[in-house]
């Protein structure tokens, strides 16, 4: 019974038999943010809006690699839809890995990254400092469910990504997108549930330019690779784990 009702609480899309997710390259965000971070500052230094942050130049071998591993792949398994998140990181990879030239290639702003309100730019410490309120109210609530002001909970995003999901109209699909979508497609399409998918995002980070796949078996979405950075590695770039703020999880609070 148990088996039955995860088939029937897992997403559908259509025709889809394999869905992929590429995480964008190390972003200069990413970089100010562990800069921020590690010193103790209030607030990460970045000028741009969040969309329009672009990749670092690791970042930028990081697609070049993931460029190298995707023209190698064998016909029968490169994808015949790719749909990107409209943020400049995530175009700049999907740009370095497929070209511009993919016969179905769009941008869909359902996979942008989470929206953080008030909370925009503020580090660990920052938040703590400017606003102690939203801190306690996160732990209280958790990750999940936790909406800052003017901003967007994990269930949020959860919602607009099933609702791209449920639209796509390829066999094979390959996404761009961000750290937090990785885990929601695991929520998604394996039913995790959202207890041990905090507790996994809170002891996990997802790699710059790594893939994670899942194939549909007998109705049932099958993780396939997680977080691989193989590809990576064989060329000689060097991954790197920076963490999204969007995806940050506080530990629970005291019962």
């Not at 200069?28 to 230094?45: K, L």
């Not at 930028?60 to 591993?69: H, K």
């Not at 015949?80 to 769009?106: F, K, N, Q």
Request: net charge negative; hydrophobic share 35%.
């Amino acid at each position: 019974m148990r088996r039955r009702s995860a088939k029937l609480a897992q997403v559908d899309s259509l025709g889809a038999d394999w869905i992929g997710l590429i995480r964008h390259g190390e972003s200069t965000g990413n970089v100010a943010r562990e800069v921020a971070e590690s010193a103790g500052d209030e607030v990460v230094d970045i000028p741009e809006r969040d969309p329009d942050v672009p990749l670092s130049a690791r970042g930028e071998e990081q697609g070049r690699a993931l460029g190298r591993w995707f023209a190698a792949l064998p016909d029968e398994r490169r994808p015949d839809l790719v749909v990107c998140s409209p943020y400049r990181r995530a175009i700049d990879t999907a740009r370095l890995t497929v070209g511009g030239h993919h016969p179905r290639a769009r941008v869909d702003e359902r996979l942008r990254d989470r929206e953080l309100g008030v909370l925009d730019l503020l580090t660990t410490r920052g938040v703590a400092l400017r606003h102690p309120e939203e801190r306690a109210r996160e732990r209280r609530l958790g990750k999940f469910y936790y909406r800052p002001p003017g901003g967007e909970s994990w269930a949020d995003v959860a919602l607009r990504l099933r609702s791209l999901l449920r639209d796509l109209d390829g066999r094979r699909v390959l996404l761009f997108g961000h750290e937090l979508q990785a885990y929601l497609l695991r929520y998604l399409l394996e039913c995790l549930p959202e207890p041990d998918l905090a507790a996994f995002a809170r002891n996990t980070v997802v790699p710059n330019a790594s893939v994670t796949s899942w194939r549909r078996e007998d109705g049932v979405w099958v993780l396939e690779r997680e977080f691989e950075t193989d590809h990576l590695v064989e060329q000689g770039v060097e991954p790197t784990a920076s963490e999204d703020q969007s995806t940050r999880a506080p530990e629970p609070s005291a019962r």
